[in-house]
């Protein structure tokens, strides 16, 4: 007796199901690629701009344009220099003995540190005068700012009254 196959045909596939996830994993692959050969202090930069980001949206101590604004330069410059040292490095052959890119992330990584204990001082219990002195270091103290806020206020009301 013969045997009798049926013929189970499979489901129509849309290619651009396929199409979408083959180009979500190149994506991805190529972000991996990236992340790895990133020196070490420019991982740790991103991930600190990061939480900087997080810590303004969550404290409201500064503008969260003004944060935007600050990171995404920090984070152009580094790459800039980590990429025009290198390339200068590779063609002429010009060695200051360290890697200049990742002196530079590490200066910003400090300056990001400070950004993210001023941001938490506002919720969390940091001691006044650590915060004190980092808004000395950078500058102005809470007090200072809140007077030039005031006087640029003045400033714009008798400015829009003439």
């Known amino acids: 007796m013969p045997v009798v196959r049926q013929r189970f045909d499979a489901p ?24 790895i050969g990133l020196p070490a202090a420019v991982k740790l930069l991103v991930i600190l701009c990061g939480f900087d980001l997080l810590s303004c949206l969550l404290t409201h101590r500064s503008g969260l344009r003004e ?41 910003y990584v400090f300056g990001e540190l400070v950004e993210i204990t001023l941001n ?3 919720v969390a219990p940091i001691p006044p005068q650590l915060v004190s002195w980092l808004e000395r270091a950078q500058g102005m103290t809470r007090t200072q700012k809140k007077q030039v806020a005031a006087l640029k206020d003045v400033e714009r009301i008798s400015h829009d009254a003439l």
């Not at 935007?68 to 590779?90: I, M, P």
């Open 120 to 122: 938490c001082s506002t």
């Open 67 to 107: 944060t935007l604004r600050r990171v995404s330069v920090t984070l152009l410059l580094c790459g800039a220099v980590h990429v025009v040292y290198a390339t200068a490095k590779d063609l002429s052959g010009f060695n200051v003995g360290f890697e200049l890119g990742t002196a530079v992330a590490l200066f």
């Open 12 to 35: 129509p596939r849309l290619v651009s199901d396929h199409w979408a996830l083959a180009f979500v994993k190149w994506c991805l692959a190529w972000m991996l690629v990236f992340w």
